[in-house]
């Protein structure tokens, strides 16, 4: 593969990672056919593949990538003999800007015009089991690759194509309408949209592979859609903590990379340049979930402890000993590795290394494959003294999965420590 046709495969990864959401939904809107509308966009991404190299890379890709995926759909509908109806839909610009964060109006409180939040609530459509729900989302509405939404969610490659093609087939069979349901009906497929909305986040915030860690883009559109999804429902906390959790976050952006692009841990982040306006959003939110009866629950827990390193003048005042009770509350609530090992990371602060270390070693069966597994260990390690073998645990979180700032980083961590 020569230099152009590598420069243009990687701007129609970039323009998929940037806009599949909005073409795919666009496409929906105009089709109908959810899965369709996905299978033109990829039949799109091809032709790109194909042009561009020669042509050049267009002005605004993802103008060009709708405009031939809707000529497709053009040839599908003369071949169905049905253009006649459905043409006159496909004269609009259905890449019109909808970053707005403007709310409904008043005057009508379930009138959402966001094509996303739409494709969102069809991908985590009842009828799909929530693995499906969460592989196909990721899929359409944060542009990930099978493999990256695989790391995502721990699943194998094949498993998550087979589950991507057989939900396209459930929502076409079931006809699931492109739309934002009835009040009636949001509840139940709340706790799939926020988990969506809040992976879709946390790939703007870390990436899952590529040569960005962060992508401010992806995170700021999840937190668009979060608050979209609270003008629809306004008295779910549930929502206000997820919000909380993201602004609480997204804070920290300016900071979690130094000046080649590596990233900082929060030890080392100045904390004079977090976005305090983004912090006092998510205390604003947080204060809600407080008020309400029932408690925090998940999204709620994650923010009290994402509030606590937001509010700690120093990384050494953060409250561990809080935080420690707040994942134990969370691992009650939800059991996750995942969980228990952010958790060895509070213990390692409140406790020290050693005890740490023990919790984090019982997790090698579940996580052995998951870089951040090996990165604390070997941070853990580093800290216990031990050097050669946290060298070598940092080499072993750099050659598993995951992005090139945070692989770069874990060699230059092992190389300080002696190891080739």
Same mark, same amino acid.
């Given at each position: 593969?020569?230099?152009?046709?590598?420069?243009?495969?990687?701007?129609?990864?970039?323009?998929?990672?940037?806009?599949?959401?909005?073409?795919?939904?666009?496409?929906?809107?105009?089709?109908?056919?959810?899965?369709?509308?996905?299978?033109?966009?990829?039949?799109?991404?091809?032709?790109?593949?194909?042009?561009?190299?020669?042509?050049?890379?267009?002005?605004?890709?993802?103008?060009?990538?709708?405009?031939?995926?809707?000529?497709?759909?053009?040839?599908?509908?003369?071949?169905?003999?049905?253009?006649?109806?459905?043409?006159?839909?496909?004269?609009?610009?259905?890449?019109?800007?909808?970053?707005?964060?403007?709310?409904?109006?008043?005057?009508?409180?379930?009138?959402?015009?966001?094509?996303?939040?739409?494709?969102?609530?069809?991908?985590?459509?009842?009828?799909?089991?929530?693995?499906? =729900? %969460? #592989?196909?989302? @990721?899929?359409?509405?944060?542009? &990930?690759? $099978? /493999?990256?939404?695989?790391? !995502?969610?721990?699943?194998?490659?094949?498993?998550?194509?087979?589950?991507?093609?057989?939900?396209?087939?459930?929502?076409?069979?079931?006809?699931?309408?492109?739309?934002?349901?009835?009040?009636?009906?949001?509840?139940? =497929? %709340? #706790?799939?949209? @926020?988990?969506?909305?809040?992976? &879709?986040? $946390? /790939?703007?915030?870390?990436? !899952?592979?590529?040569?960005?860690?962060?992508?401010?883009?992806?995170?700021?559109?999840?937190?668009?859609?979060?608050?979209?999804?609270?003008?629809?429902?306004?008295?779910?906390?549930?929502?206000?903590?997820?919000?909380?959790?993201?602004?609480?976050?997204?804070?920290?952006?300016?900071?979690?990379?130094?000046?080649?692009?590596?990233?900082?841990?929060?030890?080392?982040?100045?904390?004079?340049?977090?976005?305090?306006?983004?912090?006092?959003?998510?205390?604003?939110?947080?204060?809600?979930?407080?008020?309400?009866?029932?408690?925090?629950?998940?999204?709620?827990?994650?923010?009290?402890?994402?509030?606590?390193?937001?509010?700690?003048?120093?990384?050494?005042?953060?409250?561990?000993?809080?935080?420690?009770?707040?994942?134990?509350?969370?691992?009650?609530?939800?059991?996750?590795?995942?969980?228990?090992?952010?958790?060895?990371?509070?213990?390692?602060?409140?406790?020290?290394?050693?005890?740490?270390?023990?919790?984090?070693?019982?997790?090698?069966?579940?996580?052995?494959?998951?870089?951040?597994?090996?990165?604390?260990?070997?941070?853990?390690?580093?800290?216990?003294?031990?050097?050669?073998?946290?060298?070598?645990?940092?080499?072993?979180?750099?050659?598993?999965?995951?992005?090139?700032?945070?692989?770069?980083?874990?060699?230059?961590?092992?190389?300080?420590?002696?190891?080739?």
């Amino acid at each position: 593969m020569n230099d152009v046709d590598v420069h243009a495969r990687r701007a129609v990864e970039a323009v998929w990672r940037e806009e599949s959401a909005r073409i795919v939904a666009a496409l929906t809107r105009h089709t109908g056919d959810f899965g369709w509308a996905e299978d033109l966009a990829q039949d799109a991404l091809l032709e790109a593949l194909a042009k561009w190299p020669g042509s050049g890379i267009p002005d605004n890709p993802g103008a060009w990538l709708l405009t031939v995926a809707k000529r497709r759909a053009i040839d599908g509908w003369r071949r169905r003999e049905r253009l006649a109806a459905r043409e006159p839909l496909l004269g609009t610009d259905v890449l019109e800007a909808e970053r707005s964060d403007d709310v409904p109006e008043l005057g009508d409180p379930d009138r959402i015009d966001d094509d996303v939040l739409r494709l969102v609530f069809v991908a985590c459509h009842p009828v799909l089991t929530p693995q499906a =729900r %969460l #592989a196909l989302t @990721l899929r359409t509405v944060a542009g &990930l690759t $099978t /493999e990256q939404i695989g790391r !995502a969610l721990l699943m194998s490659v094949p498993t998550v194509q087979q589950r991507i093609v057989r939900a396209k087939k459930l929502l076409a069979e079931a006809s699931v309408p492109f739309e934002v349901p009835g009040r009636a009906e949001r509840p139940t =497929r %709340l #706790a799939s949209v @926020l988990q969506v909305i809040y992976l &879709l986040f $946390t /790939e703007g915030y870390a990436a !899952a592979a590529g040569e960005q860690q962060i992508r401010p883009d992806v995170a700021r559109e999840a937190v668009r859609l979060a608050r979209q999804l609270r003008a629809l429902m306004p008295r779910e906390t549930e929502i206000d903590a997820l919000i909380a959790l993201m602004e609480f976050q997204s804070s920290r952006f300016a900071t979690r990379a130094d000046a080649d692009g590596l990233p900082r841990t929060l030890a080392e982040q100045d904390r004079r340049r977090w976005d305090r306006s983004a912090i006092a959003r998510g205390r604003e939110h947080m204060e809600r979930v407080d008020a309400a009866p029932r408690g925090l629950g998940y999204y709620g827990l994650q923010a009290a402890i994402a509030e606590c390193h937001a509010v700690a003048p120093a990384f050494d005042e953060t409250d561990w000993n809080r935080i420690v009770r707040l994942y134990d509350a969370l691992d009650e609530l939800a059991p996750s590795s995942v969980v228990r090992l952010n958790r060895a990371v509070a213990v390692s602060m409140a406790d020290g290394p050693a005890t740490a270390l023990a919790d984090v070693d019982a997790l090698r069966p579940e996580l052995a494959d998951f870089r951040p597994f090996h990165a604390v260990r070997a941070e853990l390690l580093e800290r216990l003294g031990d050097r050669d073998a946290a060298a070598a645990a940092f080499i072993a979180a750099a050659e598993l999965p995951g992005n090139d700032p945070e692989g770069a980083l874990l060699r230059r961590r092992a190389a300080a420590l002696g190891s080739g």
